[in-house]
């Protein structure tokens, strides 16, 4: 079986701009949460989606946004890009959403931002 | 709020060393504990978890005890090899399935 799949792999944006990241959770997973990972430290929570509703929300500013789809894919969107927003991109899925359950990351999605 | 702190990196040690890594952690309530681990230009993998408390997670060698006394979750193995390299976080999930990583540490394995 497929495992997290993310797109794409690599994306150079400059400041200013916006970007659409994707992500596609393993198959009968519902719960998908986008991760950022700046160089040198752990992942920074930013979503939390189940069942196409968001069900939690780290400390990100509005730029930041997120929506799952029916098939429980879902997408992370960041306006108005920074420099401080280059960062490598995680999506995790795991099979419900409860506390305890172990999550599935994908390979990311490096972004720079010049 | 809920934070993890691990040891600090780098770590550098000859194959067959024996490894400790320290995981602290604040939390309210019960959380569940992980170790995860990321390979270069990879996305995380989960090395082992525990769930309650004197709980012993295992995996490829690896284990680490939830100790709730010390608020620790320290992963260790006896013998590590080259190809356990790479960049070991630990995590504590309280709220649904959401995560909360410590820094990581960067483990450098030598022939």
């Known amino acids: 079986d497929a495992g997290v799949t993310q797109s794409p792999t690599h994306l150079i944006k400059t400041r200013g701009q916006q970007v659409t990241l994707r992500c596609s959770p393993i198959s009968g997973h519902k719960s998908v949460s986008w991760y950022q990972q700046v160089l040198g430290q752990g992942p920074q929570f930013i979503f939390q989606y189940y069942e196409k509703e968001e069900r939690g929300r780290g400390n990100f500013p509005d730029r930041f946004s997120a929506r799952q789809f029916p098939n429980y894919s879902s997408e992370l969107n960041v306006n108005a890009l920074l420099l401080g927003d280059s960062a490598l991109y995680l999506c995790a899925s795991s099979a419900v959403h409860e506390e305890g359950r172990e999550q599935y990351f994908g390979p990311g999605t490096r972004l720079t931002v010049t | 709020g809920d934070s993890v702190t691990q040891m600090e990196g780098p770590v550098t040690l000859s194959e067959e060393a024996f490894l400790t890594i320290n995981c602290t952690y604040t939390?309210?309530?019960?959380?569940?504990l992980f170790w995860y681990v990321q390979y270069p230009g990879e996305g995380l993998q989960l090395l082992l978890k525990a769930t309650k408390a004197d709980d012993k997670g295992s995996n490829k060698g690896f284990e680490a005890t939830y100790r709730k006394e010390t608020t620790s979750f320290h992963l260790e193995k006896g013998s590590v090899q080259v190809s356990d390299s790479a960049v070991y976080f630990c995590a504590l999930g309280v709220s649904g399935s959401r995560l909360t990583f410590g820094e990581g540490t960067q483990l450098t394995v030598n022939p």
């Open positions: 939390a309210t309530g019960y959380p569940s």
